[in-house]
Nanobody, 116 residues
Framework: QVQLVESGGGLVQPGGSLRLSCTAS????????MSWARQAPGKGLEWVSG????????YYADSVKGRFTISRDNAKNTMFLQMNSLKPADTALYYC?????????WGQGTQVTVSS
């Protein structure tokens, strides 16, 4: 079955960096666009970034553009999100998502907390 497992979250000070990973299994990873989404405490779900199946095209929400970088390694069935210049507003549960325009599977999430 489809499995998406996130890792790499944690507590970081404002201005710091984290790198999230998503390891996929149970489907042909290289054939699917992938995304990251997040949900902050008390707020709705926010799409963060997406990447097409071959990794050539990437997309970002305005709130993270210039600070976050999405990438993937199809040989290792893994997607990444490099997050720099983190702000307290980035505090959220971050989800790995299969798909971009039509997401269909979600991971359990990894918590990112930005606080001094």
């Amino acid at each position: 079955q489809v499995q998406l497992v996130e890792s790499g979250g944690g507590l970081v000070q404002p201005g710091g960096s984290l790198r999230l990973s998503c390891t996929a299994s149970g489907f042909s990873f290289s054939n699917h666009a992938m995304s990251w989404a997040r949900q902050a405490p008390g707020k709705g779900l926010e799409w963060v970034s997406g990447i097409l199946s071959d990794g050539r095209d990437t997309y970002y929400a305005d709130s993270v553009k210039g600070r976050f970088t999405i990438s993937r390694d199809n040989a290792k069935n893994t997607m990444f999100l490099q997050m720099n210049s983190l702000k307290p507003a980035d505090t959220a549960l971050y989800y790995c998502v299969r798909g971009l325009a039509t997401p269909d599977y979600w991971g359990q999430g990894t918590q990112v907390t930005v606080s001094s």
